[in-house]
C-alpha cells in the first residue's frame, strides 16, 4: 500500500511538472507565438492588458459545446469588448485531432462567429507544455501585470452536453466581473474538463 501510495504520488510529480512553476499571484511564463495571419505576439508586449489564454481544438466535443452554443464567443466579446485581449491557443500537433492550418483556423473563426484577439498556433506544443495545459478547453487569466489570476475550467460542469451550461457557474463570467469590479477572483483554481490536448 505505501509502495503504491509512493508510486502515485511520483506519478502526480511527473504529470504536473510542466505547469510546476505555475502559481496564482505569480508571473505568467513568457511566450512568444504566431497566429493564423503570420503576426509574432509576445506575452509582455501587453503588459499594461490582461490577457486570457482559451486552449481549443475544434474536433473536440467539450469544445463545440461551447460554441455550438454561442457560450465561448459570447465570453471572447464580453472580455475583448472590456479592453482584454484574448488569445486563443492550438497545440495539437501535425497529424493529431485538432490541427488546422492558418487558414482553416480562420475560416473556423468566421464561420463559429468567434471573437479572439488572435488565434495561435502552437504546432510544436511549446506553449501548451509551458503552461501545463491538460483539456480543450483550458483557460488561463493573466492580469495587466502580468500575473497569473486564474487557471481551471470554463465552468462547473464537466460535460459535453449543451444543456448543462445553464446550471453550471461560469468560473470564467465571475473571474471576468470580479477582474471589472477590482475584486479578487473567488475560484483562481479550478478543475479543467474537456478532450487531452494533442501533443
Not at 495571419?37 to 475544434?58: A, C, K, M, Y
Amino acid at each position: 500500500m505505501l509502495i503504491k501510495s509512493v508510486l502515485t504520488t511520483l506519478l502526480f510529480i511527473v504529470a504536473t511538472t510542466a505547469g510546476a512553476a505555475l502559481r496564482i499571484g505569480g508571473p505568467a511564463p513568457e511566450f512568444t507565438g504566431i497566429d493564423t495571419r503570420g503576426n509574432s505576439h509576445t506575452l509582455s508586449d501587453f503588459r499594461g492588458t490582461p490577457v486570457i489564454l482559451e486552449w481549443t481544438n475544434h474536433d473536440c466535443p467539450y469544445v463545440r459545446k461551447h460554441y455550438n452554443s454561442g457560450n465561448m464567443q459570447q465570453l471572447q466579446k464580453k472580455a475583448t469588448a472590456g479592453g482584454i485581449v484574448w488569445l486563443s491557443i492550438i497545440s495539437s500537433k501535425p497529424g493529431k485531432q485538432g490541427h488546422v492550418s492558418g487558414k482553416q483556423a480562420n475560416e473556423l473563426t468566421r464561420s463559429r462567429n468567434a471573437a479572439p484577439t488572435a488565434v495561435i498556433l502552437d504546432e510544436t506544443s511549446e506553449i501548451g507544455r509551458l503552461y501545463g495545459a491538460k483539456t480543450t478547453p483550458h483557460m488561463y487569466i493573466i492580469d495587466k501585470t502580468g500575473q497569473l489570476v486564474y487557471m481551471g475550467g470554463i465552468d462547473s460542469i464537466p460535460s459535453s452536453n449543451e444543456d448543462d451550461i445553464a446550471g453550471a457557474k461560469n468560473y470564467m463570467t465571475a473571474a471576468l466581473d470580479a477582474m471589472a469590479a477590482g475584486k479578487p477572483i473567488k475560484d483562481s483554481v479550478t478543475r479543467p474538463y474537456g478532450c487531452s490536448v494533442k501533443y
